[in-house]
């Protein structure tokens, strides 16, 4: 493998471990989330992001981005164990578990825009990950204002 596929491989591995972190995440926020509409938003925000790691292995199937299983990453564990301790100790469990989706989504817009800034990436992968990055803005712009109006 030459060493321009295996950076992008290695990228693109960064977002499945980003959007397995996501997922892992917005279930555990969804769990300490207490009204039953942010609780529903987070389940949606962990299923989306399920699709997003389903359309990144569809779209570089000769690529090894790991297993279908989701295991996220030693960083994400440490962020959802400090989302249960922060639950824990706030008055407000689902003002903090929105502030907490705005932070890792900050995190993963950063993460794209490092992988679309690589010349080396395919056109339509680019696409894609474009598409999903926007996706990702228009999320975290929604828990902003939702954890604004709380």
């Given at each position: 493998?030459?060493?321009?596929v ?19 995440g ?77 932070r ?47």
């Amino acid at each position: 493998m030459n060493n321009d596929v295996k950076k992008i491989e290695d990228r693109l591995k960064d977002l499945v471990t980003k959007n397995e972190d996501a997922v892992i995440g917005f279930e555990k926020a969804a769990e300490n989330a207490n009204a039953a509409g942010i609780q529903s938003y987070f389940s949606k925000k962990a299923e989306e992001r399920k699709i997003f790691l389903k359309t990144l292995r569809n779209a570089a199937q000769d690529l090894d981005l790991g297993d279908k299983e989701i295991d996220g990453s030693t960083a994400g564990a440490a962020h959802r164990a400090w989302m249960d301790v922060k639950a824990f100790f706030s008055g407000d469990n689902d003002e903090a578990m929105l502030e907490e989706a705005v932070r890792g989504d900050k995190s993963a817009i950063d993460e794209y825009n490092d992988v679309l800034a690589e010349t080396h990436v395919p056109h339509r992968l680019k696409e894609i990950i474009r598409e999903q990055r926007d996706a990702i803005q228009n999320d975290m712009e929604t828990s902003e204002i939702l954890e604004d109006h709380r």
